[in-house]
Every structure is written in structure tokens, then in C-alpha cells.
């Protein structure tokens, strides 16, 4: 019987408790390739929901453990294509209050200055566009 080589069974191991390198390429802190993730903490800690990009489907509801919470976000790249993500926060009647976009690729540790928006902690909807 052939005996392996020390180093080949440490890297056999390690490869399989750290994933593969694609598999952690296409992952940010648990965040899949294609979504929209929002953490509720800022710097991507504590609670996270996820939202497969989709083109149009008009505003996706946050799940209620998570509504007023999120403080950071990762929107995913997706085969070519340019997402956008729109978060809202909106008022009873569906009006929006405020909203705030991410374009495919942004990751936002603190979502109390997304390109010139204030929308920590007033999150309650999400929306996507693509090209």
C-alpha cells in the first residue's frame, strides 16, 4: 500500500474545510453571487437576509425580523448583467420616504451615506432594474 505524502493530506483537508477558491470567490461574508444582501449591523455583521437580482417584480417587502434594521449591504455581480438595487423606505400608503440605490458590484459597510442618502435603520422594501 502507498503511503501519501503528509502535505498532500493537509492540503486535501484544508481544501475542504475552506471550500474550494471559486466557491469563495463567489461569496462575500455568506452573500451568494447574484443577490442583494442587507446586514444588520454595519461592516456585514449580525442578521443578514438575501434577495435573488431579478429584473423588474417590482418592490420585494423585507422580511419583518429585518425591517428599520439593515445598516450595511452587498449587491452581487451577475453574469454581465448591471443591476441596480433600490432601497426604500417607504410609508403607509406605499409612498416612498426616502430610497437610496446600489449598482451591481456595491458593497456598503455603513448605509448611513449611500451615494448621498442617510437610509441606516429604514429599510422596509427593496427593488431591482437591470440592462
Given amino acids: 500500500m502507498k503511503r501519501r505524502s503528509p502535505v498532500i493530506a493537509v492540503a486535501v483537508l484544508v481544501a475542504s474545510v475552506l471550500g474550494t477558491p471559486q466557491a469563495a470567490a463567489d461569496e462575500f461574508r455568506g452573500c451568494p453571487k447574484g ?13 443578514r437576509v438575501s434577495f435573488k437580482a431579478q429584473c423588474g417584480g417590482g418592490d420585494i417587502p423585507v422580511p419583518s425580523n429585518m425591517v428599520d434594521k439593515a445598516s450595511s449591504a452587498y449587491l452581487t ?55
Fill in 35 to 47: 443577490y442583494l444582501c442587507l446586514w444588520e449591523h454595519a461592516n456585514y455583521q449580525g442578521t
Fill in 77 to 131: 455581480v451577475e453574469g454581465g448583467l448591471n443591476f441596480e438595487a433600490g432601497l426604500i423606505d417607504s410609508v403607509g400608503n406605499g409612498s416612498v420616504r426616502k430610497s437610496a440605490s446600489l449598482l451591481s458590484g456595491d458593497r456598503v459597510p455603513f448605509l448611513g451615506n449611500t451615494r448621498g442618502v442617510d437610509v441606516n435603520d429604514i429599510v422596509d422594501h427593496v427593488y431591482f432594474e437591470c440592462q
